[in-house]
């Protein structure tokens, strides 16, 4: 599975930061963020925002916060996305 590297927090001080990448063959978006907390779980959890959807954060998935500043990167790796996927 190549990872396509498209950029890091930019205020990043070493460590762990906040990373885009794309997934070459799916055309997904790879993220890595800060693990939210507890209060953020919990209203992500107990929203119903779809309606008729099961609410709740599944065993096999997370809940991710990513700093607004990284909006940029996102776009580009959108960006990458829709043409590697053939969408654009």
């Given at each position: 599975m190549?990872?396509?590297?498209?950029?890091?927090?930019p205020?990043?001080?070493?460590?762990?930061s906040?990373t885009?990448?794309?997934?070459e063959?799916?055309?997904?978006?790879?993220?890595?963020?800060?693990?939210?907390?507890e209060l953020?779980r919990?209203q992500?959890s107990?929203?119903?925002w779809v309606?008729g959807?099961?609410?709740?954060?599944?065993?096999h998935?997370?809940?991710?916060?990513?700093p607004?500043?990284?909006?940029?990167l996102?776009?580009?790796?959108?960006?990458?996305?829709e043409?590697?996927?053939?969408?654009?």
């Amino acid at each position: 599975m190549p990872l396509e590297f498209i950029g890091i927090d930019p205020e990043t001080q070493g460590g762990g930061s906040p990373t885009v990448w794309v997934e070459e063959e799916t055309a997904d978006l790879v993220l890595q963020g800060e693990t939210a907390d507890e209060l953020l779980r919990a209203q992500v959890s107990e929203t119903e925002w779809v309606a008729g959807h099961d609410t709740g954060i599944p065993a096999h998935e997370t809940v991710i916060r990513v700093p607004a500043r990284m909006v940029p990167l996102l776009r580009e790796a959108c960006d990458v996305a829709e043409r590697r996927a053939g969408l654009l």
